[in-house]
């Protein structure tokens, strides 16, 4: 036990004197009607540690999305009949965009050993480890499935038909690829969200059950307006991108909506604003240019470039609102609630 001295007892009193006077001018946490001054971290520190990923991760985020829901599409034109030049441009986009998510990966971790490391064990309990084996193997597949192209060989078919017709071994080997890179693409469209919600940061862990699904919906729009801008012009195509424009004007709403301190970044300062302008540009933007773009191509495209855009812009405030998020403690010190 430590004993009292001069200096300590000597700023007791100060302490006490200053209280007298209503208010306190020191480090600490202000309890509820408390002098104590009110500070943004727990006695010069924040509580949990913030987020020090930079500009790759939310372009990784990004292209990484677009290339899984690419993936996805290129599967579906296939079973069903579409255009040949539809599946190989969404093949491309998914082969493109997984080669660039692996470097981004790697140039923030530093350092190419790091990204290794992490496949050394697969632990499904972890949200990153699942993320690494998912572009490792979402990598090889989809760029296995675009180098085995066989074009003119496509034909209507459901997938056991598919499976049991006789081609060419390299036409067999590009479809048991393309099938593992659109299961593997739907991982990797999501669990960037999935990622998020695990984490302990208020912001990100208000919204672990948003998160994956509005990824998800950022990925397939995103996918939809390259392939648009590509000069795709599909009913599908059409169908799709308004289904997630719709859910991203929806989600929206419900983040506005979300009045709790935890979602706090999402409402206010910088963090707030970006947020707000990634999804006009995801959202309402788009739903209004593809409801327009029934009977116009122009508005179409239009609606496209605004999807991407913001797509890119949604992942980036996100990142930013985590990193406001871990330096507000008053989420994390908030009363248990009574039951």
Not at 41 to 48: A, E, Q
Not at 138 to 158: Q, V
Not at 206 to 223: K, V, W
Request: aromatic share 6%; glycine share 8%.
């Amino acid at each position: 036990m430590k004993t009292p001295d001069q200096v300590s007892e000597k700023r007791l009193e100060q302490l006490r004197e200053q209280a007298a006077l209503g208010r306190i001018d020191a480090n600490g946490i202000r309890p509820s009607g408390s002098p104590m001054p009110e500070t943004p971290s727990y006695y010069g520190l924040p509580i949990v540690k913030p987020p020090v990923w930079t500009w790759e991760v939310p372009l990784y985020f990004f292209t990484g999305g677009a290339a899984g829901a690419s993936s996805v599409i290129a599967i579906a034109a296939q079973l069903t009949g579409a255009s040949e030049s539809l599946v190989r441009d969404a093949r491309w986009i998914a082969a493109i965009g997984a080669a660039a998510s692996g470097p981004l990966l790697i140039l923030d971790l530093g350092r190419p050993e790091r990204f290794l490391n992490m496949l050394r064990v697969f632990k499904p309990q972890s949200a990153m480890s699942v993320g690494a084996w998912t572009l490792s193997i979402f990598g090889a597949t989809a760029i296995a499935a675009l180098a085995t192209w066989d074009r003119g060989r496509l034909a209507r078919r459901s997938p056991a038909a598919l499976m049991r017709a006789r081609r060419p071994r390299s036409q067999a080997i590009g479809d048991a690829s393309a099938f593992a890179a659109a299961l593997s693409g739907l991982v990797m469209a999501t669990y960037t969200g999935v990622l998020l919600g695990a984490t302990a940061i208020p912001v990100w862990a208000a919204h672990a059950r948003t998160l994956p699904i509005h990824f998800g919906a950022s990925a397939l729009a995103s996918a939809t307006a390259l392939l648009t801008l590509r000069g795709h012009d599909e009913q599908a195509l059409n169908v799709l991108a308004l289904t997630a424009a719709a859910f991203e004007t929806y989600t929206g709403i419900e983040i506005e909506s979300d009045r709790t301190i935890d979602s706090e970044p999402l409402r206010h300062g910088i963090t707030g604003t970006t947020i707000r302008i990634g999804g006009f540009f995801s959202g309402p933007l788009p739903l209004v240019l593809r409801l327009i773009g029934i009977r116009s191509k122009r508005a179409r495209r239009a609606a496209a470039a605004s999807a991407l855009l913001g797509s890119l812009i949604t992942r980036v405030a996100w990142i930013e609102a985590g990193k406001a998020s871990a330096a507000d403690p008053r989420p994390l010190l908030r009363p248990p609630q009574s039951l």
